[in-house]
Nanobody, 121 residues
C-alpha cells in the first residue's frame, strides 16, 4: 500500500509564496514520475507540473515562470515552490505519482488527499 501525503497549503495574499511538499511512503520499488494537479470549485482537475525520474519537467502555461517543481529521490518527496501567487491559483492541490511497488511487481497511479491553497486579492 503506497500513500502520498501533501503538506504546505494555506492562505496567502496575492503576490505571496507557498511551498507544497508530498511524501510517498510504502512498498515503493521506484518512482517514474511525480506531479501536482489542482482543482478549483466547479472546475475539472488539471495538471500543474510534473517531474520525471530523469528530472525532466513540464508545467501548465498558467504557472510557467512562477512555479518550480523539484524532487528528492532519496526521500521519495516532490515539492512545488509557488511564487507570485494569484487569486486564480486558488484550488485544492493534489499530489500524483506513477510508481512501481512491491519490488517492481506492479505499477500504480497514486493520489494524495489534497491540500487547500487560497490566494486572496
Amino acid at each position: 500500500q503506497v500513500k502520498l501525503v501533501e503538506s504546505g497549503g494555506g492562505s496567502v495574499q496575492a503576490g505571496g509564496s507557498l511551498r507544497l511538499s508530498c511524501a510517498a511512503s510504502g512498498s515503493i520499488f521506484s518512482i517514474n514520475s511525480m506531479g501536482w494537479y489542482r482543482q478549483a470549485p466547479g472546475k475539472q482537475r488539471v495538471l500543474v507540473a510534473v517531474i520525471i525520474s530523469g528530472a525532466s519537467t513540464n508545467y501548465a502555461d498558467s504557472v510557467k515562470g512562477r512555479f518550480t517543481i523539484s524532487r528528492d529521490n532519496a526521500k521519495n518527496t516532490v515539492y512545488l515552490q509557488m511564487n507570485s501567487l494569484k487569486p486564480e491559483d486558488t484550488a485544492v492541490y493534489y499530489c500524483n505519482a506513477h510508481l512501481w511497488e512491491n519490488y517492481g511487481s506492479s505499477y500504480q497511479d497514486s493520489w494524495g488527499q489534497g491540500t487547500q491553497v487560497t490566494v486572496s486579492s
